[in-house]
């Protein structure tokens, strides 16, 4: 209890409360020894972000209590809709750990795990893991079977997300400054928006969200095209570097249109009678003047 205190930043008093109000799982007993693990750790830190969010235990309790029974967090909270409907329609998985390994085989590392903990790929929930996305599952799972290790899956990950994000700040920062600066600087920082900002909202998220999903998927397709292009014709021109046969030697004095090099002999290399007959003035017993 002392170390899991002490990873998690609190007093084992802290933690002894959070175990009354049943804020965490029991522990794994072997004897009087009381054992936890990753899973403890992650609730932990869950609750201190919650707490630091304004949440109190109370709510806290309740809204771990309904996730862990899979009931929505707004019917929870009273609310028949939230201000702003979702814009991501992913799915959360729930996985076993047996599960997870299916998914990823031998690439289970607590490298890999704590990179994909970071990443927010994946959370932990009392015995089982949550996966932010099947749509993100299943592309990693196919990756994987495709030979590409789990470590750069994760890297790629990383990097993906960082410019989604850099993304996403285009397009709210397009909303913000052209589309909606009348219903922000209405709405009071310290009070909800009125019904009709909300509608105004709304509508313009819902407008955009087709319009910012279009621009991105089809500067993706042209960026790829561009790349894959690119790359083939890098590899192509490798291939045909490496393969090119050698061209006949001309010999030093012969140029591109195989004419006699400048300053050398006109006559060099042709043997006297060689297709040429007297007819044409040059053979060598034929010379007008009756000269050799």
């Known amino acids: 209890m002392a170390e899991l205190a002490a ?174 600066p009348d219903v922000l600087q209405r709405t009071a920082a310290d009070a909800p928006p009125c019904a009709d900002a909300v509608d105004r909202i709304t509508e313009t998220i819902e407008n955009l969200r087709p319009l910012a999903k279009g621009v991105v998927e089809a500067e993706l397709s042209m960026a790829m095209d561009r790349r894959v292009r690119a790359e083939l014709d890098d590899w192509l021109g490798t291939r045909s570097a490496a393969g090119a046969e050698p061209g006949p030697d001309l010999g030093p004095d012969l140029g591109p249109n195989l004419g006699p090099a400048a300053g050398s002999d006109p006559g060099a290399g042709l043997e006297p009678d060689a297709g040429l007959g007297p007819d044409a003035g040059l053979g060598r017993d034929a010379a007008p003047d009756g000269r050799a």
């Open 7 to 180: 990873e998690a930043g609190i007093t084992v008093r802290t933690l002894r409360f959070y175990r009354e109000r049943k804020l965490i799982a029991a522990p794994r007993r072997e004897g009087r020894i009381a054992w936890y693990n990753e899973h403890h750790l992650a609730r932990l830190r869950t609750i201190a972000g919650l707490l630091e969010r304004g949440h109190n235990l109370g709510g806290i309790a309740e809204l771990l209590a309904a996730f862990e029974s899979g009931r929505d967090v707004g019917e929870l909270l009273g609310l028949d809709s939230t201000i702003v409907p979702p814009w991501s329609e992913e799915t959360p998985v729930r996985l076993t750990p047996e599960e997870l390994a299916d998914h990823f085989r031998d690439e289970i590392t607590a490298e890999n795990l704590a990179t994909s903990l970071d990443i927010g790929y994946l959370g932990v929930d009392g015995n089982e893991f949550v996966h932010i996305s099947r749509r993100l599952l299943d592309a990693s799972t196919d990756l994987i079977a495709q030979g590409v290790p789990l470590t750069a899956v994760l890297e790629a990950g990383r990097a993906v997300r960082s410019h989604a994000d850099a993304l996403a700040d285009i397009f709210t920062t397009l909303i913000r400054t052209h589309v909606l």
